[in-house]
T-cell receptor
Framework: GENVEQHPSTLSVQEGDSAVIKCTYSDSASNYFPWYKQELGKRPQLIIDIRSNVGEKKDQRIAVTLNKTAKHFSLHITETQPEDSAVYFC?????????????FGKGTHLIIQP | GAVVSQHPSWVICKSGTSVKIECRSL??????MFWYRQFPKQSLMLMATSNEGSKATYEQGVEKDKFLINHASLTLSTLTVTSAHPEDSSFYICSARASPGIGELFFGEGSRLTVL
């Protein structure tokens, strides 16, 4: 099955700086890579996703890059704000016509220092 | 976005009892729902895929008889933790897709189970 590795486990940055979280996946058939943000005690919420036919996607301060050859993808948050503090999970899935659940990375606790 | 609701949000039970958790898709039909388990400060681990009208598909290492899943309608899946023990204490969270194929998973609020 799929295995997703995520680094770092904790990331502390100064407010206004950029944050980068990296993930690798093992199954070359995976073709969908979402990023979820989970605040303490709350449900995960999708912040951005990318499919394997695209190398980069951007939504305001958030961007995701995908390198299919190397099987890794990264989340980039620019101009970080206090409300960006949360746990971020990357995930991977293969849309083979079935109804596959996501395989999640272990998460990154992002701390924005004021 | 689509709304997935879970109930109860938290439950405390005695060891040996069974607990049922409901997951509902409020504004869409979900032929498939997913059940995850999350320990404190850890990731979401897929337990099983719940299929409407058929048996659930369990991930390796998840006991079928321990975690009973029933997906009786297009908007409701239930997870029953049978003969619960303290090690079953965890955050259980369900999710579903609002449209066919791969795409965004919408999560329920989660249910925190504490077994005494």
């Amino acid at each position: 099955g799929e295995n997703v590795e995520q680094h770092p486990s904790t990331l502390s940055v100064q407010e206004g700086d950029s944050a980068v979280i990296k993930c690798t996946y093992s199954d070359s058939a995976s073709n969908y890579f979402p990023w979820y943000k989970q605040e303490l005690g709350k449900r995960p919420q999708l912040i951005i996703d990318i499919r394997s036919n695209v190398g980069e996607k951007k939504d305001q301060r958030i961007a995701v890059t995908l390198n299919k050859t190397a099987k890794h993808f990264s989340l980039h948050i620019t101009e970080t704000q206090p409300e960006d503090s949360a746990v971020y999970f990357c995930a991977a899935a293969y849309s083979g016509g079935g109804a596959d659940g996501l395989t999640f990375g272990k998460g990154t606790h992002l701390i924005i220092q004021p | 976005g689509a709304v997935v609701s879970q109930h109860p949000s938290w439950v405390i039970c005695k060891s040996g009892t069974s607990v049922k958790i409901e997951c509902r898709s409020l504004d869409f039909q979900a032929t498939t729902m997913f059940w995850y388990r999350q320990f404190p400060k850890q990731s979401l681990m897929l337990m099983a895929t719940s299929n409407e009208g058929s048996k659930a598909t369990y991930e390796q290492g998840v006991e079928k008889d321990k975690f009973l899943i029933n997906h009786a309608s297009l908007t409701l899946s239930t997870l029953t933790v049978t003969s619960a023990h303290p090690e079953d204490s965890s955050f259980y969270i369900c999710s579903a897709r609002a449209s066919p194929g791969i795409g965004e998973l919408f999560f329920g609020e989660g249910s925190r189970l504490t077994v005494l």
